[in-house]
């Protein structure tokens, strides 16, 4: 549920900090040379960040929409040959961070392309990449967008943001081939992928809503370690999730206990 989160995140702060002649992120002049998912009790003296979660609770908001509440922990550990540089290395490590994920109140998350197989961060990806194949899906999508728009409006349609034609077109794509219709420029391998995901229950396009860092330790003073200094900033964030199917009846009549 969180793994893509984290990748997201991951990719987000990388982009966004600063960086060097080997385009390795830095802090100062000191690259961040690891990334880890999940906590660990060892870790390297150089800069690193980890990024771990374990409490995603589910409600339901209406009948058709469940949402989960994500909590996401963000630890930067650093170190260096004398206290007073340790501390001024994980504040600002930590400032850099958050300065990152404070930009980013609401946030796309994408599996892995199953066109591709590239990790995008914006469902941009699919019309600027994929266009020989989004094309027409596009085109429909804006249309019935204007038709509905017509229907309680005299002025003309806004236009839609990149991203939410790009998840629009990519998802009347997705259902296509659920449904057993042929797709222009599609290959083999990519409606092979596409199926597995669906057969695997994924989401390729998600959304992050309320995404608010709620508390954020700088350093965590440590006189015992002096020379190793850790920082951690807490997420919570919000994902909204349709429910199509409600049961009792979509248990297949071949279905049986083994």
Known sequence: MLEKVFDTLQGIIYNDLPKNSASKAVVYDRPIENWFIGE??????????TFSGSSSPLKDVTFGFQEFEHSINIEIDAGADNVDLSERIIQEATRLVLGSVRRHRRMW??????ICTKFALSPQHYI????NILASYKASA???FGTLWNQTHTNAAPSLPD??????AFYRMYEDVRS?????????TAKRNI???QRDYLEPIRMLYDVIPSSNEFSDNATGNQLY????ISITAKELIRLSDYGPDNVPTTAFKW
Do not use: F, W, Y
């Open 40 to 49: 660990r009790q060892i870790k390297p003296g150089n800069i690193s960040i």
């Open 109 to 114: 998350v994408l599996d892995v392309c199953p």
């Open 128 to 131: 600027l990449d994929h266009n």
């Open 142 to 144: 804006i249309s019935d």
């Open 163 to 168: 991203s939410g034609l790009a998840t629009e």
């Open 180 to 188: 057993g219709i042929a797709v222009t420029n599609l290959s083999d």
């Open 195 to 197: 199926l597995k995901m």
């Open 229 to 232: 200094k850790t920082g951690k």
